[in-house]
């Protein structure tokens, strides 16, 4: 069975940091490029970051840039988010996701988490 499954995420102040981790069975994760979106409450699910297979590419939302760090660890099947000086904008639910393409649309992605929740509040 094919699936990925994020933890991590909590609450934290404003400035504060998480590492969230995103768990891959049922396939190999590195065969994927694997992106991290995020959804608010009544907004559109927004893609925040996206690797390539083998991590030799990663790009940023504008948003997050400078600020978020993507990774890999092929041994543990497992991708992580980095996240630093949070701020209440970043509140949201995480999802970790997978495709066998390539881009930030969400209809791309394949393989998706059940989402961990970030919350950024003094």
């Known amino acids: 069975q094919v699936q990925l499954v994020e933890s991590g995420g909590g609450s934290v102040q404003p400035g504060g940091s998480l590492r969230l981790s995103c768990i891959g069975s049922?396939?190999?994760?590195?065969?994927?490029?694997v992106g991290w979106f995020r959804q608010a409450p009544g907004k559109e699910r927004e893609w925040v970051t996206l690797?390539?297979?083998?991590?030799?590419?990663?790009y940023y939302a504008d948003s997050v840039k400078g600020r978020f760090f993507v990774s890999r660890d092929n041994a543990k099947n497992t991708v992580y988010l980095q996240m630093n000086s949070l701020k209440p904008e970043d509140t949201a639910v995480y999802y970790c996701?997978?495709?066998?393409?390539?881009?930030?649309?969400?209809?791309?992605?394949?393989?998706w988490g059940q989402g961990t929740q970030v919350t950024v509040s003094s």
């Open positions: 996701t997978g495709t066998t393409g390539w881009g930030r649309s969400v209809s791309l992605y394949q393989v």
């Open positions: 049922g396939f190999t994760m590195n065969d994927y490029a």
């Open positions: 690797m390539s297979n083998g991590a030799g590419s990663k």
